[in-house]
């Protein structure tokens, strides 16, 4: 990981829930863990309060997909030489790949409507 952007190098601008944002540079073959334990390591000044207690815990969310461990950025073929946007949030467990978030629905009598007041 260097710190700075060529041709064979991406820029990443990680946002926060909170909406702080903070580019870092990487290598295509840095993968989302390379990527989580940098940016632990290099945790930047006024992301004090999202401050987690462990670099496993990061996750990094692309184009509505959450990036498993070993996905090196050069296998998500990104243009390199420019800025990516990426979320990052704290989660301790991932869903599985290609589950895209949905879950096993079954019939059911239950509603899944809620009331909001």
Known sequence: ???????????????????????????????????AKHVFDNWPLGWEEEQVSSPNILRLIFQGRFLHGNVTLGALKLPPGRTTVMHLVARETLPEPNSHGQRNREKTTESNCCLLL
């Open 1 to 35: 990981m260097s710190g700075q952007l060529d041709l064979l190098s991406w820029c990443l601008r990680l946002i926060l829930v909170s909406g702080k944002t903070q580019d870092f540079v990487f290598s295509p073959n840095d993968s989302a863990t390379d990527i």
